[in-house]
């Protein structure tokens, strides 16, 4: 795909862009931090540079298994990138959750250098969790989840909630993430859990598909497809709500190519990809294909929009200038301006959900890495390079993380990465290529 020409590329999502990058020492992993200097001035983490020591309890009670519901929220928090779980052999209080503590021998946990104790216990179809803030001795969450089919997936809700009561922000290791799999042979559309488990295909219709996007309210992903007359048109699946499933923008000349959609955060509107003579341009339209409106109209080529959290803006790439760069205009189309000036190769933006960052790719000597931008191009700095391409951004709904996808072991697979571009995990490893990812909201 490197050798097609970058009209091509863009409308599939093979593009970067270059820009200079200061390199430290390459770590184990094969991946290059960024200068403390250079980096964004953004908040990670709410625990002072360290991650929180937490003491999780074996779950009691009957009716299910304490231990492996303990571990798959062990390993939600620790997805987090903000918790570490104690080894339970160094506990001096109890192992295993008899009955939740209304109140706690602080001082015992403190002993083991332990911030947090995380109690669980099952009662009569449901699971009642309290975690403890030990330093305070006192409670900062005390909950009770339905004890359903997939206890893996409640186990996740309650590391997010324990996440939420000690930083102020919901954990996403309960959220999923699409992306694109080549390893049934054909480029399909794929959802797994935020940390790579539970990876299941979406689509099978052995066509061509690319740039899956969630909606809003995560019951719906519209991707692009060749499998209508073997001509790009935008298509959707539902897992719930109101919207119905198949091709959209059905009222539109049938010879024209869609290459993309991306749902506004409304969930009512869409700005999508269409050829015009043959050259892509921006429109948006209503989520059931009515008042259709062009904001781009300009013979170069403008792809891959992504709203601001508002609705208010868009960003978007151009080549306006000679060169792929990302710009910046209203909902509207108005105020159409460059955002990216450093580097002759940027591309794949994605609006962070708090509003503060864009992420993008660039193309440094040959290798694309991902850089932030803040959406009034005042502060410009690489989030992670390596020797090997990262590609496609997409951010967690935290604003915490972000996945792409990465040539660092051979083949393209996705990774997540937090926000001060460590803590890198590769979270696809079946066969195939691995690409596109979309990170998806929280579940609601």
């Not at 050798?3 to 094969?30: D, H, I, K, N």
């Not at 699409?178 to 390893?183: A, C, I, M």
């Not at 060169?323 to 000036?341: H, I, K």
């Not at 935290?398 to 890198?424: E, M």
């Amino acid at each position: 795909m490197r050798g097609l020409g970058w009209g091509l590329l863009l409308v599939l999502g093979s593009l970067a862009f270059a820009a200079p990058a200061a390199r430290a020492q390459a770590q184990e992993t094969g991946e290059t931090a960024v200068p403390e200097a250079e980096r964004p001035a953004v908040v990670v983490t709410d625990a002072g540079g360290r991650r929180f020591q937490i003491a999780a309890q074996e779950f009691g009670g009957g009716g299910l298994d304490g231990a492996k519901l303990r571990q798959d929220v062990v390993d939600g928090l620790d997805f987090s990138g903000l918790f570490q779980a104690i080894d339970p052999a160094a506990f001096l209080g109890p192992r295993v959750t008899s009955a939740l503590s209304d109140a706690l021998d602080c001082g015992s946990w403190r002993q083991i250098g332990a911030d947090a104790l995380l109690e669980g216990v099952a009662r009569g179809g449901s699971i009642e969790v309290r975690a403890w803030d030990v330093a305070r001795c006192r409670a900062v969450l005390s909950r009770s989840y339905r004890a359903g089919a997939d206890a893996r997936r409640t186990a996740r809700r309650i590391a997010d909630d324990v996440v939420e009561a000690f930083t102020g922000k919901r954990g996403v290791a309960s959220t999923e993430i699409t992306f694109v799999s080549t390893r049934g042979g054909n480029s399909e559309i794929y959802v797994m859990d935020a940390d790579g488990g539970g990876q299941r295909a979406a689509t099978r219709n052995k066509s061509i598909n690319e740039f899956p996007s969630w909606s809003p309210d995560g019951n719906a992903i519209v991707y692009m497809s060749y499998f209508y007359r073997r001509s790009p048109k935008l298509f959707r699946i539902v897992r719930g709500g109101s919207q119905q499933p198949g091709r959209l923008l059905r009222n539109l000349d049938a010879t024209r190519a869609v290459y993309r959609g991306v749902y506004a955060p409304s969930g009512g509107r869409l700005a999508a990809v269409i050829s015009v003579d043959g050259a892509p341009e921006i429109f948006t339209v209503d989520a059931d294909g009515k008042n259709l409106r062009r904001l781009t109209n300009h013979k170069a080529i403008d792809v891959s929009p992504t709203w601001s959290p508002d609705g208010s803006r868009i960003a978007f790439v151009s080549d306006r200038t000679g060169s792929p760069q990302v710009y910046v205009m209203n909902a509207d189309g108005s105020g159409q301006r460059r955002l990216t000036f450093e580097g002759s190769y940027n591309t794949a933006p994605d609006w962070s959900p708090d509003g503060r960052w864009i992420a993008y790719e660039t193309r440094v000597g040959g290798q694309h890495d991902i850089w932030l931008i803040d959406p009034e191009g005042k502060s410009n700095a690489a989030l992670v390079t390596h020797p090997r391409t990262d590609e496609n951004p997409s951010w967690a709904p935290d604003s915490r993380k972000i996945a792409f996808h990465s040539t660092r072991r051979g083949k393209p697979d996705v990774y997540v990465v937090d926000l001060d571009g460590q803590n890198a995990r590769r979270i696809t490893s079946a066969a195939g290529e691995n690409t596109h990812p979309c990170w998806g909201p929280y579940p609601r």
